[in-house]
């Protein structure tokens, strides 16, 4: 049987890859996969109306799937819609992503074959997710990251090269780039990256965790660059982007204060932090339901 009876495909005809026939072809797949399902093609009009549908679509019950044709910035905000539902009581759909922008990351790393072969498969489980809390709660389904690291994976996100090519360009982005203070346990401590992650690659080719497993042990893994000379920053980028970075601690919490206002990347989404503002990553483990 089933664990959906009606399904929502949801995409935005502005992205810039073929959003629309992806999406057009993936409700042709279903409705012949299961006819009796009711499968609704959607289209996104404004930007954050991934997010608004998501929170109205959740509430209507856990046997629906919501579906994602996006990169990681429209997924962000279907989860985030999801989730502002489920934390006022509702409980959660199921919901999947489809490759259709420029950064794919989390589909990369957690798909193990075709979404639609996935669900014939019966192939239903929980992933964990990031849950932040600062001046207001926001869920991420792969990374939030603070400093050069994040900067480096949007950019890369914009284009489509290779993996020296892509290290080069990483290059170029770090050289403009000024390291940030956060306190940490009671100490000023000065980063050039900061990153907590449920996946273990960022922007196709930089490696956050060569260990990582698909997120669900309600772990994640913090990744921390402190400030150095751009000699050895040089370094560490080129060992992420041929993938040997050494694994990061895995923890179920991470908490620090801001000294200055700084950006923050939620799946490369932008969120500003306030100077003094106390931030709490959290794992919120085996909330995300979906196939894979």
């Not at 199921?94 to 589909?107: E, K």
């Not at 996935?118 to 001046?135: F, P, Y």
């Not at 020296?164 to 403009?176: D, G, M, N, V």
Request: hydrophobic share 40%; net charge neutral.
């Amino acid at each position: 049987m089933s664990a959906f009876t009606k399904a929502f495909v949801i995409f935005n005809p502005n992205s810039t890859g073929d959003s629309k026939t992806i999406a057009e072809t993936f409700c042709q797949q279903l409705r012949e996969l299961q006819p009796a399902c009711n499968v609704t093609l959607t289209e996104t009009t404004h930007a954050g109306h991934g997010e608004e549908l998501g929170y109205e679509l959740a509430k209507k019950g856990k046997d629906t799937l919501l579906v994602s044709v996006s990169g990681d910035g429209g997924y962000n905000e279907l989860v985030n819609g999801v989730m502002k539902a489920v934390d006022e009581g509702s409980e959660a759909p199921i919901c999947a992503v489809l490759p259709g922008g420029n950064a794919n990351d989390h589909y990369s790393f957690i798909a193990k074959r075709p979404l639609i072969d996935a669900i014939a498969a019966e192939g239903l489980t929980r992933l964990d997710l990031l849950k932040v809390e600062a001046s207001a709660t926001r869920y991420a389904h792969s990374y939030v990251g603070l400093g050069l690291t994040p900067l480096v994976a949007v950019e890369l996100n914009k284009h489509k090269l290779s993996a020296i090519k892509e290290l080069w360009l990483s290059l170029k982005t770090f050289w403009q780039f000024k390291p940030f203070k956060i306190v940490e346990s009671g100490k000023q401590r000065t980063f050039d990256s900061l990153i907590m992650a449920n996946i273990g690659v960022m922007a196709k080719h930089l490696t956050l965790d060569p260990d990582a497993g698909p997120p669900k042990d309600g772990l994640f893994e913090v990744l921390r660059w402190p400030h150095n000379h751009k000699l050895r920053l040089v370094q560490q980028l080129a060992k992420a982007a041929i993938g040997k970075t050494n694994s990061p601690k895995s923890v179920e919490k991470f908490e620090f204060t801001t000294v200055l206002p700084m950006p923050m990347q939620l799946d490369g989404e932008l969120q500003k932090l306030k100077a003094d503002q106390p931030v709490t990553v959290t794992s919120a483990a085996g909330t995300l339901r979906t196939y894979r």
